[in-house]
């Protein structure tokens, strides 16, 4: 089973792109992030045309997460226990939640895909917020692991960190300046590694960017940044064969700025029967 994550950058401008990609690919669930749409604009009938069904959390132009499966989608959450939300110039326990997280199973597996909050600047409350966000997911993962200790799980998406200093190539993240390279950021990250996941796609492949600005020629000098990773559990990272990010996306007409992330899985399924054998 192919497994990908895809911070599409409004998936209206990129639905044609997207699917021609997963099926190049073989992909068979792709988590999406940054949609910018809501649900009744999704492009859903071209995905399921493409044989793909379709998740959607989208509460308007911004944000927003989605899965396209060829598999069933199964137990799909909507945000996760104790989510924080975020008003500008407010404060409270009870302030409206973006878009940011949705779950699903999918042939046993447990995968969310996820916006993390960018920060937006050191000392916003936007970071404040970015930093809950995490602490909150992360406690929520060890509560999961700790009631199921064998669950195949995954975190997937743009988390809007860069944890270590080969992860960042645009030289306009300086420490003590910007956001996602700031250590509680780091340190935040670093939680979910505790909490009993790892990156199952470092270890194929150590170096790398997923993100180039669009400004400033980013791309075609590779000042970019890895931030946007497939955390797993045990369970799940015994199942990878193996992993890749897919740079050649971030070329040709209207590209996303970010690229596909993608895992392998020792997972057979119904569908792997139904496909044509090729000699």
């Not at 749409?37 to 044989?51: H, T, V």
């Amino acid at each position: 089973m192919r497994v990908a994550t895809w911070n599409v950058n409004s998936i209206r401008t990129r639905y044609v792109r997207v699917i021609d990609w997963m099926l190049r690919e073989d992909i068979d669930v792709l988590a999406m992030q940054e949609i910018k749409c809501k649900p009744e604009q999704f492009p859903r009938e071209a995905f399921e045309e493409a044989g793909y069904e379709v998740e959607i959390h989208g509460l308007n132009q911004w944000n927003g997460v989605a899965f396209a499966s060829r598999l069933p989608l199964e137990d799909v959450e909507v945000g996760f226990p104790g989510q924080p939300g975020f008003l500008k110039g407010a404060d409270g326990p009870d302030l409206p939640q973006e878009a940011r997280a949705l779950g699903a199973t999918v042939a046993g597996i447990r995968l969310w895909s996820l916006y993390v909050p960018n920060g937006r600047a050191l000392g916003d409350p936007h970071l404040a917020y970015k930093l809950d966000w995490l602490a909150t997911l992360a406690d929520d993962t060890r509560q999961w692991l700790a009631a199921e200790p064998t669950l195949p799980l995954a975190l997937m998406g743009d988390w809007n960190v860069a944890p270590l200093d080969s992860d960042v190539g645009d030289p306009s993240f300086v420490q003590g300046v910007s956001t996602h390279i700031s250590p509680p950021e780091r340190a935040a990250f670093a939680e979910f590694e505790r909490a009993g996941l790892t990156d199952v796609v470092r270890p194929r492949v150590p170096t790398g960017y997923t993100f180039w600005d669009y400004k400033q020629l980013r791309f075609p000098r590779n000042e970019g940044l890895r931030i946007d990773f497939i955390l797993g559990s045990k369970a799940f990272a015994e199942l990878v064969t193996d992993a890749s990010i897919h740079r050649d996306e971030r070329k040709g007409e209207a590209p996303s700025d970010h690229v596909p992330v993608v895992v392998d899985l020792a997972v057979e399924t119904e569908e792997d029967y139904d496909r044509p054998m090729v000699f």
